[in-house]
């Protein structure tokens, strides 16, 4: 079992940057693969970003690629997402997410879910 905690969302202007942060309880955080989801009101929740265990693969969704990136360090139980040209389609509530094994796409495939932080983007 895992608890997943966000922080770092807030209200940021069109072109700006922000970093969220997931920081995760238990001794076995360097076996879980990570990934981020975002949720737009009236929207289904998506993809954003994954990770593997050890850091050494990681995938994006084509919409934030080249401007988002994921990362984590294992000693803090602690992932990131780090956000820069930010648009007001980015807006949604972002959710962590856990999982044994390699890292997915798909939401149905991960355990363990925080309970998200809100990212607004203003244009």
């Known amino acids: 079992q895992v608890q997943l905690v966000e922080f770092g969302g807030g209200l940021v202007q069109a072109g700006g940057s922000l970093r969220l942060s997931c920081a995760a309880s238990?001794?076995?955080?360097?076996?879980?693969?990570m990934g981020w989801f975002r949720q737009a009101p009236g929207k289904e929740r998506e993809f954003v970003a994954a990770?593997?265990?050890?850091?050494?693969?990681?995938y994006y969704a084509d919409s934030v690629k080249g401007r988002f990136t994921i990362s984590r360090v294992n000693a803090k139980n602690t992932v990131y997402l780090q956000m820069i040209s930010l648009k007001p389609e980015d807006t949604a509530v972002y959710y962590c997410?856990?999982?044994?094994?390699?890292?997915?796409?798909?939401?149905?495939?991960?355990?363990?879910w925080g309970q998200g932080t809100q990212v607004t983007v203003s244009s």
């Open positions: 997410a856990a999982r044994y094994g390699n890292p997915v796409v798909h939401a149905d495939g991960y355990d363990f």
């Open positions: 238990g001794r076995t955080f360097n076996t879980y693969a």
């Open positions: 990770i593997s265990w050890s850091g050494g693969i990681t």
